[in-house]
């Protein structure tokens, strides 16, 4: 229950305050969780501000360059971009980048994380080049990290097909949702009902490259899962 878990870190917060001061870490701490819960309750004004004053506190108390300052600057990143400031997410996402590359090394699972986000940024901001070559070097990490066939190398291929769609390699965004579809399949089935949508994307991809037979097969075999669900 978000709310009550609001309203108890709200009684939590002074409490904390008055232990260890405005400006401890542990400070910090409650006001991440009481953000997050904000954020939860489609609250992103107050979660930002929050998460502001505390990225401020582990900044004194950690280093600007702590592994925390980033997981903090991530959090507060998707904040802003919720609030529609992609500038300010993607800053932020850079700076948290550079700390992860630091701390962790360039092929880290946390990263990959991290750049699939500031791909998105980037994506936003009209930079769609930018966005794929973030979106390609993300995937390797998770292959990397996963193994090829993983739910969450799907899950990255899917927006990197859409990264090479945006930018018009509809052959490399037919490619990339093919094996999405393969490796979900694996997974959960091939008549799982969001098998549907890989199709319906696959089938618009097929219809792109001018592959209208194929385009009617696929949709016609989401229409037959649709129907039995």
């Known amino acids: 229950d978000q709310h009550t878990k609001r309203e108890t870190l709200h009684r939590a917060l002074p409490i904390v305050e008055k232990h260890g001061g405005p400006e401890h870490f542990s400070v910090a701490c409650t ?22 004053r505390a990225l401020a506190i582990m900044e004194k108390h950690y280093g600007p360059e702590h592994f925390k300052v980033a997981n903090t600057l991530g959090n507060l990143a998707n904040a802003h971009g919720a609030l529609g400031d992609p500038h300010t997410m993607r800053d932020m996402l850079q700076r ?75 052959q490399t965004k037919r490619d990339m949702l093919q094996r999405e579809l393969a490796i979900k399949e694996k997974h959960i089935g091939p008549e799982h009902f969001s098998v ?29 899962i649709q129907e039995k669900h």
């Not at 994380?113 to 980037?122: D, E, F, I, K, M």
């Not at 769609?128 to 973030?134: E, I, L, V, Y």
């Not at 319906?200 to 075999?221: E, I, S, V, Y």
């Open 196 to 224: 549907v949508v890989m199709l319906t994307n696959l089938a618009c991809a097929h219809g792109d490259l001018g592959d209208q037979h194929m385009k009617r097969d696929m949709l016609q075999r989401a229409l037959e």
């Open 31 to 52: 006001l991440t969780n009481l953000a997050n819960a904000h954020g939860a309750l489609g609250d992103q004004h107050t979660k930002r501000d929050m998460l502001h």
């Open 96 to 170: 948290a980048l550079e700390i992860q590359e630091k701390h962790y090394g360039l092929e880290h699972f946390w990263v990959a994380c991290t750049l699939s986000n500031l791909a998105c940024a980037h994506g936003d901001l009209g930079y769609q080049h930018t966005k794929r070559d973030m979106l390609q070097r993300a995937l390797e990490i998770q292959e990397k990290h996963f193994g090829p066939e993983h739910f969450s190398v799907a899950d990255m291929l899917n927006n990197l097909a859409k990264a090479h769609g945006a930018l018009g390699d509809h």
